[in-house]
């Protein structure tokens, strides 16, 4: 079975400033997906950004960026220039790559605040 | 861009009745849906895979009798809570693949918070 961790319950960052959050995940597949989530207040998930594992390029969206470190089974998220509305829960997730849907396993979640 | 409509956005029920949330996709078809439950300041926890014409695949410790998931069409997923308690009380997301967003990629729908009084 895989499992994702966060190890950072809460961050908060000054506006503009960049910020990380950690995600680590265990599995025995090959293809798979890792994704960030984010749920502001609203609790609407939104997805932020999408890595494939067999890219060893790293994903970026505008001001979101991850390091992907296969090996090490390690999936970061740097939010550069933070904004206020940035404030919300990130939630890390894994999902096996199959023709079909396929289930999300997400992380505990890691609450961000951005202050002014 | 695709969109999942989830109803009621707030439900408040007595013990004892049950409560039907839709999930339904708006402008894609969805052959598998997803159900999840999130409790407050926590992650989601996924309930079940709601298969469009058969019956849902329920995760271990979910009571299949107690969350009943019919996914009839290819654009809707119900899920009922039976004889809701105060317990059942959460906030559910459903959740479907569009394709056109990219393979493997879910779309969620805005929740559903279920109040058991």
């Known amino acids: 079975a895989q499992t994702v961790t966060q190890s950072q319950p809460e961050m908060s960052v000054q506006e503009a400033e960049t910020v990380t959050l950690s995600c680590t995940y265990d599995?025995?597949?090959?293809?798979?997906?890792l994704f960030w989530y984010k749920q502001p207040p609203s609790r609407q998930m939104i997805l932020v950004i999408r890595?494939?594992?067999?890219?060893?390029q790293n994903a970026t969206e505008n001001r979101f960026s991850v390091n992907f470190q296969k090996a090490a089974k390690s999936f970061s998220l740097k939010i550069s220039d933070s904004q206020l509305g940035d404030t919300a829960m990130y939630f890390c997730a894994f999902m096996k790559r199959s023709q079909g849907a396929q289930k999300l396993v997400f992380g505990q979640g890691t609450r961000l605040t951005i202050n002014p | 861009g695709a969109v999942v409509s989830q109803h009621p956005s707030r439900v408040i029920c007595k013990s004892g009745t049950s409560v039907k949330i839709e999930c339904r996709s708006l402008d894609f078809q969805a052959t598998t849906m997803f159900w999840y439950r999130q409790f407050p300041k926590q992650s989601l926890m996924l309930m079940a895979t709601s298969n469009e014409g058969s019956k849902a695949t329920y995760e271990q410790g979910v009571e299949k009798d107690k969350f009943l998931i019919n996914h009839a069409s290819l654009t809707l997923s119900t899920l009922t809570v039976t004889s809701a308690h105060p317990e059942d009380s959460s906030f559910y997301i459903c959740?479907?693949?569009?394709?056109?967003?990219?393979?493997?990629?879910?779309?969620f729908g805005a929740g559903s918070r279920l109040t058991v009084l």
């Open positions: 599995t025995s597949e090959s293809n798979y997906y």
């Open positions: 959740s479907a693949e569009n394709r056109a967003s990219g393979a493997n990629v879910l779309t």
């Open positions: 890595q494939e594992a067999y890219k060893q």
